[in-house]
């Protein structure tokens, strides 16, 4: 049991088998109770983990992912109450927005809609990789809570093989701040 500021938790670590782990917090907050499930990645079980990661996000939870510099916390970026697990679990305000991860350009037209040409440039040149472009939310998918009411949404195709090989087994992008408290 844990007390940061207004946010009460309790963790339970469990080991499903020798190479994964996970931790699992109830989080309290504003009198509404939160459960957060942290994958620990165990690179030796890679694909075990994906497939695990992947239901998780599915299901609403947040999961740990490691990007080009640093490891974030993932949810589904379409889901707000997912979403709203992050910004609890590292204690960010809300109008400080997160970044869309994406899998591959389609997504991006089918969250966005029409790319500028200037961009297409930009990520022709430096996609995948810790790049993020700013594009304007004309699709209205991407919740304000994701983008702190912008009209704007961060967007980065990250080149981690791990995180790549978890996209592509959604049909959704992931909004990832880095993992670290605020």
């Known amino acids: 049991y844990r007390r940061l500021g207004d946010v009460y938790m309790i963790f339970t ?20 109770t939160i459960n957060v499930i942290l994958i620990i990645i165990s690179l030796n079980m890679i694909s075990n983990d994906i497939d ?5 996000l599915k299901q609403g939870e947040i999961v740990a992912i490691p990007t080009e510099t640093v490891y974030g916390l993932a949810a589904n970026a379409y889901n ?38 200037n961009a297409s440039v930009l990520f022709t040149n ?12 004309s699709k209205k998918k991407v919740p304000d809570i994701v983008n702190s009411g912008s009209p704007y949404v961060a967007v ?3 080149k981690n093989e ?3 090989r978890l996209l592509s087994k959604l049909d959704f992008p992931i909004a990832a701040p880095s993992a670290n408290l605020f």
């Open 13 to 32: 670590f469990k080991e499903i088998k020798k190479s994964l782990s996970y931790l699992s917090a109830e989080w309290y907050h504003n009198n509404k």
């Open 52 to 56: 695990l990661a992947a239901k998780l």
């Open 80 to 117: 707000p109450e997912a979403v709203e697990k992050i910004f609890i679990a590292k204690q960010r305000p809300k109008n400080d927005p997160l970044i869309v991860h994406i899998h591959n350009i389609m997504q991006l037209e089918d969250m966005i809609g029409e790319i500028p040409y």
């Open 126 to 137: 430096f996609w995948p990789g810790p790049l993020t472009i700013l594009f304007k939310n």
């Open 156 to 158: 980065r195709l990250p």
């Open 162 to 164: 791990l995180t790549l």
